[in-house]
């Protein structure tokens, strides 16, 4: 399983949206931490379907982005935004992304929201909104490096693979969670991460810059050896293909170097 926790992806600008994204969710999970996560939070800003569709005008579809229902979630969360969300500011430029960025996650939200119209559970969180910032990464990057720890059994590595590979086993494990998860997701929205998603990926043609072009960014040393057809892996065990690639994609990114 890959641990995103950089890319070799650097902004032209600085991404001043995202950092204030950041900030404010960050700022507003202190308050709900100060508060000992008062259920009353979740209830009155969190976005409930079965509320929203009997009277289509809450606006707890925008404040329910900026909560978060623990640590791990809000960590999770602003890490991602953190690794792809300034580059995708610039390539749209600061207004026209944090529209995206609503919209992604106002999209993700009545997705989810479709599938169990009926329920009562608040739905908490920016992951639809962050899931559109990843399918338009991917229209826009897919060849990036993205620096990723590898867990095999009790060892960590840290390698760099192609961003459609990280972010193509992402939107691909919210499928199979919900198959294996129960009827509520197991309290996680994955239809709503597959609704940003898809919207991202979408809409990004419509935000980006006239410049930008998808799909346009050089090779990078991962991308090269991941297409290389002279790489061959060991496919008896699992291992073997990790710790395969990682030697010859680090050694390809050792070899761009001199």
Known sequence: MFFPISDDNPSSSRPYVTYLLIGLCSFIFILQYLSQMNPVIFYNYGFIPAAFFSD???LTIFTSMFLHGSFFHILGNMLY???????VEDSMGK???????????IIAALTQALID??????MVGASGAIAG???AYLMLFPRANVKCLVFIIIIIQMIRVPAF????????????NITISDSDGGGVAYFAHIGGFLSGM???SFFKKKEVKLFKQK????????????????????????????????????????
């Open 56 to 58: 289509y005008s809450s």
């Open 81 to 87: 935004l953190w690794i792809f969300g300034d580059n």
């Open 95 to 105: 207004t026209r992304f944090i529209i995206f960025y609503f919209t992604c996650g």
């Open 117 to 122: 119209p009926s329920s009562d559970i608040p």
């Open 133 to 135: 910032v990843l399918g």
């Open 165 to 176: 590979l990280v972010l193509g086993i992402w939107i691909i494990s919210q499928f199979f």
């Open 202 to 204: 979408f809409l990004v």
């Open 219 to 258: 090779s990078t040393a991962s991308w090269e050896f991941f297409n290389s057809n002279e790489k061959e892996f060991n496919f008896k065990k699992n291992d073997d293909v990790v710790l395969d690639f990682m030697k010859k994609s680090e050694d390809e990114i050792e070899r761009r170097k001199h």
